[in-house]
């Protein structure tokens, strides 16, 4: 429930606003607009707060309810950013993650090499595939439980956080070191597993579904949390279009969307979003740009000879200079000021409600 | 016609070769790879040339033609990046363009206030449509010809040149002083008046279709550039996809994919992808970062109160501060040196012969 | 304005505001639903209707204003089909329409060939290109004028009206003998063609855009409607979306959607939807099946060695079999009464003041 | 691997290549084109059949390879309809399926009522769904196990056979007496769950994704049968595009593809596809026309109190006129011969190699 208060509304005003509310169990949350203050009510305010009562305070103009679906998700309930912890390597509310790595694990010598190599340019978490979701059955369906093992002793050896796919629930044993799982995009809406996740605490990379709406993604999302994981990151990894010059077409103005309509951290894959490593690079600055909040990238010690995604994989040597204009990139726009981290606005709650 | 040759070939069987082909009336483009050379061939090679002379000079290792169907738009025959001169106003091989203005020209007033305002904040040129392309026959049609000459006004009172759409060949008289015809979205593909403008020698701002591929677009150019009119700059401005939470889907990774196949300018306008104002600022950054040529962004001064597209437009105010980030993000990319002028290479030749 | 009367209103109360409308120069549409009565109002309202006395009337329950932004072309004042006579093949209204023949005229002894074949199979009328969009420059343009007296030829050796594609208004001059005039997909936003062809008295053959909303259609017959030609049959010939089996995704919902929401007639193209021959059949018998008023169909007599979409074209024999489905199918629609012809429904007066 | 024959290739060739080939524990499929024969070899042709032997046999003009990614799901390598038994109603060959029933389960009485209706009108399968996956996590998710009981009461009663979504693998022992399982589209790359959906013998219901391609679609199913399971009904459902007047749009044209393609039938569901109770009824028709081995259509008793997507939902009488109608159509399609049976041709085996 939102509140609009009336134009004159005074500080003691809020602050009886305020003991009421807190005395019902209920938590406000205080939006100051240019003109008007409104007050996002969070709890249970259908059964706990009598709506005319509310109404008959003297400094409440109107009563609204939000209509967006996504609640816990929603910025307008929560204004500040959600920053997420996977083992130490933070993600949102001004720090910028770099996950990197192969699109697949491959052996112990290539995801150690890489990790070193990426880690080495800057990079804040190691990504790999042990189980990999292929079109064809007959493709390399990745190393498994064998990969993730892999994956472990190249985070032992250079410290990285890591960052891998869950293909079913039912390997969730296999993730307890894991610290960051990432539901891939063909998973988005596999809700049953969602609901699984929202039980357990680890951090998730929430991939946009290749043709799901900035809305169901929050949904998606909305799952994880109404099942009690508010650690969730999400990523935007291109939507299926019909142009073919790239794999899919990526989105980056749902950067923008998404950090108005939620508190969750959002990260760019410009890899899968292109499928051609040379044109990783300025889309990787264009996300940066836009105000992302990591970038996940694919890095491959020799991409001709990878298993899979070989031509959307980039080199250390290549990798170091994305860190390099990213970096480049984020101190400009930082220094420039356009980009501010902007507090909600009495503007968006009302849109919230209406849309 | 491109000639790859021997591994083996030594600087003077290409001066040999540069003779053989100027001696008939050809002008030979030579591509140096890491380990190969290319050799681009202009002219009428298939009349002027015979293939089988060609492949017996001991040097040539293949004779290759380019399936892409544009030529003359083609990066692989002409290598440097086009500039096109639009009153002064530069465009593409270095030359940053800030188009800006309303979306339609509504008085004498409103157009020279924005006009002074956008050339303060930094523009090169001023936009603004007269000949207003509207989904209704209801809505507001543009003042046509009479809000031409309000621009022209504009135009002389600030010496930004203009930039204006043009709906139909017949009026094409009006566009006499006007420095840069805009072929608008839904014109991409009239091919009747892409020829007719072909005749002309004015620089061209072409649009993509709302659901045209990178190579319809370059084809649409090829139609221009077929009827004798080289000075064209291409425009991305978002394309038709199934979401919602933005007016368009804007296509960012367009830019690079057209760095590589032509040699035309490529500018962005984020004001009709995104649709919304409050967005335009941080895609106008991540454009600058993707390596856009020029910006197209919609200024108005009173945005709530605009006859068409107000709710894209933004401020004066908000201009500046856009224009600010541009260049430092440009500074940026530009310092890490992550998006270098890169020569034609003979990959890129290999590809336009294979796709 | 559409007014929704009281349950109990009697059919004196409808001859009293039938007589009160006409008296101020209005047209009441009575449609009469299930449970209530609506009756939509076609002239100056706003100006001749004050609502206040109307909403004093003691039979009036609610008063609504049509949301849809199409007027002309809304099924809501406009009940009845139109029926659109080209020539004396009629549209629309129970009409079936069988438009066949080749992409492109191509010389005399095809087109006549063609047009004696697709005859004696049943076709109504001919179609044909004279002026070809072509992607390329460097593709087939057409025979232009050339191609036009060669069909026209071919009419009067058949009797079968013709309808042929303009693609520049200034060709208005040349289509004087043509019976119905195709507006293409990428001219259906050509707002200034419209308008001209709008104030012709021609039939209107007007194609869906490639990724044209169904309301934008409507909009664009609305341009052509509201100067003044009513005489318009709408197209649906496949959209784009990211499926590459087919040329385009043919959106045979359209039939439906437009049948509801507009009382002009509707024509399947299912040639260039699938852009694959052996596709055709199927696709004209399902477009029959959905209630359709039409098909336009390319035949030509050697597809191998078209000029033009060959691989889409049917053969004379093959159409043979499909105008024979065709009929059987709409018999078996039409005696299984599923599909029936609905009056206009109160539910439909209110979808379209709501949307 | 395919064999094409020399045109002059005699019968008593053909018995010696089969008799060589059988020798060698393969099995070939000949298939006779107007002007050649070719013969697909299915069994492990790399490891038992020596290409070079092959290639001098004198009646062999080449031998090819099939590119299409799918093998089991090949039409070049099965050319006979698959039918698939669930229960006793058959699917595919000649054989339709009327599977009819509400969205969700609601309670005994609806699932019954609804049961011995669709019955009574002809349908020869109850769908239902249990477990429903919902966009959001506050929506009714289906009455789960309970559900699946109250399912398999009204499948005593009637005597319908039942087909029903699985969400989750952990689930399937519920499933044991269910007759077909249900993959839904949110679902169709779960390839974990395709997986052990493949080792089971039940006939399976593979929904194609939102934005899935049919080439996605046939290796999703190839996915269960490289598992061992080939009794797999396609279901095309909608696609997401840019069109909201429907839900999705339907594509029929992708009954005339996967019928060329592959053995496995093909089913067509209009009511999540349109998403529109009022154009259920064209679409079906329209399906029952362009060849469909059978529909799944969603009916209510009381559509406007459904607990999930009432609008869709048609009423047990609405559906009597649909059977009849498709009934109608299917025969008048049958007499008329315009789609017909047609054996593997020669014409196709080639585009499978060289696509």
Chains 1, 2, 3, 4 share one sequence.
């Not at 610290?179 to 929430?206: C, W, Y």
């Not at 600055?285 to 980039?314: F, K, R, T, Y």
């Amino acid at each position: 429930m939102i509140l609009i208060l009336k134009a004159d509304t005074t500080k003691s005003d809020i602050a009886d606003l305020k003991n009421r509310l807190e005395a019902r169990g209920l938590r406000p949350v205080i939006m100051e607009g240019a003109e008007k203050v409104a007050v996002g009510i969070i709890g249970e305010t259908r059964s706990h707060l009598p709506a005319d009562q509310i109404q008959a305070l003297p400094y409440v103009e109107t009563i609204r309810r939000v209509s967006d679906p996504y609640k816990l998700a929603n910025r307008v309930f929560h204004p500040e950013d959600t920053v997420v912890d996977a083992g130490g390597a933070l993600t949102g509310g001004g720090n910028f993650s770099l996950m990197a790595g192969p699109c697949s694990i491959e052996s112990r010598e290539q995801i150690v090499e890489v990790a070193k190599a990426v880690k080495a340019a800057g990079a804040t978490m190691l990504r790999g595939g042990a189980f990999k979701p292929r079109t064809s059955p007959y493709d390399f369906q990745g190393l498994r439980g064998e990969g993730l093992k892999l994956m472990l002793e190249a985070k032992r050896e250079t410290g990285l956080p890591i960052v891998t796919e869950i293909m079913s629930i039912d390997h969730l044993p296999l993730f307890e070191d894991v610290d960051m799982i990432q539901v891939g995009a063909r998973s988005m809406q596999n809700f049953e597993m969602l609901k699984e996740l929202g039980k357990t605490k680890k951090p998730i990379l929430l991939k946009r579904g290749l043709s799901a709406t900035i809305k169901e993604l929050l949904m998606a999302a909305e799952y994880i949390m109404a099942s009690g994981n508010d650690q969730i990151v999400l990523c935007e990894r291109g939507i299926r279009t019909y142009e073919t010059a790239t794999r899919n077409t990526l989105d980056l103005s749902a950067i923008a969307v998404l950090h108005e309509r939620t508190h969750l951290p959002v990260v760019i894959d410009p890899s899968h979003a292109t499928g051609v490593a040379r044109y990783v690079p300025s889309m990787a600055a264009a996300a940066a740009a836009a105000g992302c909040d990591g970038l996940m990238i694919e890095v491959h010690n020799n991409p001709a000879a990878a298993l899979c995604d070989g031509p959307q994989s980039i080199t250390p040597d290549e990798f170091v200079k994305v860190v390099r204009t990213v970096k480049a990139v984020r101190a400009a726009v930082s220094s420039a000021n356009a980009i501010q981290a902007k507090p909600i606005s009495v503007e968006q709650v009302i849109r919230a409600c209406a849309s």
